[in-house]
């Protein structure tokens, strides 16, 4: 049954856990946002720029790969992809909820992860729209 719960649910726990609680050094609430912002370590590059990664760079990073594993998913006929669409979209309107009214959740990095959660939904109910389709029997009678 563990399947059948979204891959994506784990990025927006962790950019709830980041943002609500402010986990990152002990920051409070309103600083929890800015912790998404703040670099956490940088790369030199070849061109002799600096490239800075923040919490939220890594956020959307996890959030992508999952994303990946999510449609891969999608494509699965088990009546347990049934359930996953259905957590999917719950998940969803979660994230919209979180985005218009929750003051740390109205970001480009939260609005992101809350568009990859929507491509998750779409993903598997076109893909089983498609394979339901494919399973009819569109032929015209016996003979």
Known sequence: MLIALPLLVIPVA???????????????????????RDSLFSMPMASGARWDVGVGDLILFLSLILLFFELLKSTSSQKVA??????SMIL???????????????????FLIMTMVMLDVLAGFI????????????????G
């Not at 049934?82 to 957590?87: D, E, G, K, M, R």
């Not at 969803?92 to 939260?110: D, Y």
């Not at 893909?127 to 016996?142: C, E, N, P, Q, Y």
Request: proline share 0%.
């Open 14 to 36: 962790i950019y709830a856990l980041v943002v609500l609680f402010g986990v990152i050094g002990g920051a409070e609430t309103a600083v929890g946002a800015a912790a998404l």
């Open 82 to 87: 049934i359930v996953n669409h259905a957590l």
């Open 92 to 110: 969803l309107v979660v994230c919209l909820v979180m985005f218009l009214l929750i003051k740390g959740f109205a970001t480009s990095t939260f």
């Open 127 to 142: 893909v089983t729209i498609i394979s339901a389709r494919k399973d009819l029997d569109f032929s015209g009678g016996a």
